[in-house]
């Protein structure tokens, strides 16, 4: 009998969050760099919509009902596809040194 070599699946999307928008682009460009040298197809970045969360606070506990601040949380988020991913690929993304404060995920599909 003839061994069938394991290949990898046909698609890994990654996902990347962080509240600062450069960290997320520096990691981005990380994330692309190591899969276009692993020889991949890369689909992407693609910008998904910032979430903006507004948090309105009463700047005195009693008496200036008027007078509140107002604060906000953005969550930027990016997407990429790799399509035909090498066992190379998964192992360098695995590898893959990513700056505090940015969340990634990775799908295999």
Known sequence: MATKKAKAT??????????????VDDAVAKILATVK????????????????EKITLNRSTFVNKNA???????????????????AKTME?????SIPSGVGVEIKVM
């Open 68 to 86: 509140r601040e107002q604060f906000e949380i953005r969550r930027h988020k990016r997407l990429i596809d790799v399509l035909d991913p090498t």
């Open 10 to 23: 046909g698609k890994i999307r990654i996902s990347v969050k962080a509240f600062e928008h450069k960290l």
């Open 37 to 52: 040298d692993s020889g991949a197809i890369v689909v992407g970045p693609i910008p998904l919509p910032t979430k903006i």
């Open 92 to 96: 360098l993304l695995q590898s893959l």
